[in-house]
């Protein structure tokens, strides 16, 4: 069945680092891929998505670009701020029915 | 505008008690989806609805947990009894039927069974 794979947390970085966060999904037919953020205490907010091949989702400095070659999903930041710390989600919709598979979430924890 | 709203926000009751959590969904938005987060089980989808129609509630966990969507803007889930293993934060979105529309998240509802 349809599935979304991410790396496993924490990642722990200093302030300005470069971040990845591998993401990687299985799915019949094109899916829409999604990244989300869950700040503490809160609940899942839409941070970039991508509906087809090639496409680049882009928000608050973060990037992820779909390959449908490799089917991954990957999110990227050139420097990441305290601010950012945060449990990352990487989600996939489900035959085109508005369900989403969700990763297991990723931690990321930044220092100043 | 407004966003997905949750209610209560938090709850804390004795195990056996009857629990109702509340959901009002974007207007104009046709899915709602509930879900459960906890530690051990990462983020679960409990059930969804399309159209006020529940299309799969595979994912409630028992007997004892029950959801109702009676219109477009007002969802219900349930547990009857609540046990302290039910403990967990639970979310509510809301989302259009199109494939490649996000889903909106509320704040959920921290539920604590003692």
């Known amino acids: 069945g349809d599935s979304v794979t991410q790396m496993e947390g924490p990642v722990t970085l200093s302030e300005e680092a470069f971040l990845t966060i591998n993401c990687t999904y299985t799915?019949?037919?094109?899916?829409?891929l999604f990244w989300y953020v869950q700040y503490p205490g809160e609940g899942l907010q839409l941070l970039l998505k991508?509906?087809?091949?090639?496409d680049k989702g882009s928000n608050k400095g973060f990037e992820a670009t779909y390959r449908k070659e490799t089917t991954s999903f990957h999110l990227e930041k050139g420097s990441v701020q305290v601010s950012d710390s945060a449990v990352y989600f990487c989600?996939?919709?489900?035959?085109?029915?508005?369900?989403?598979?969700f990763g297991q979430g990723t931690e990321l924890s930044v220092k100043p | 505008d407004a966003g997905v709203i949750q209610s209560p926000r938090h709850e804390v009751t004795e195990m056996g008690q009857e629990v109702t959590l509340r959901c009002k969904p974007i207007?104009?938005?046709?899915?709602l989806f509930w879900y459960r987060q906890t530690m051990m089980r990462g983020l679960e989808l409990l059930i969804y609805?399309?159209?006020?129609?529940?299309?799969?509630d595979s994912g409630m966990p028992e007997d004892r947990f029950s959801a109702k969507m009676p219109n477009a803007s007002f969802s219900t889930l349930k547990i009857q009894p609540s046990e302290p293993r039910d403990s967990a934060v639970y979310f509510c979105?809301?989302?259009?039927?199109?494939?490649?529309?996000?889903?909106?998240f509320g704040d959920g509802t921290r539920l604590s069974i003692l």
């Open positions: 979105a809301s989302s259009l039927v199109a494939g490649n529309q996000p889903q909106h």
């Open positions: 799915a019949t037919g094109y899916p829409s």
């Open positions: 991508a509906t087809k091949a090639d």
């Open positions: 989600a996939s919709n489900y035959n085109q029915g508005g369900k989403l598979i």
């Open positions: 207007s104009g938005h046709n899915s």
């Open positions: 609805f399309n159209n006020n129609v529940p299309i799969d």
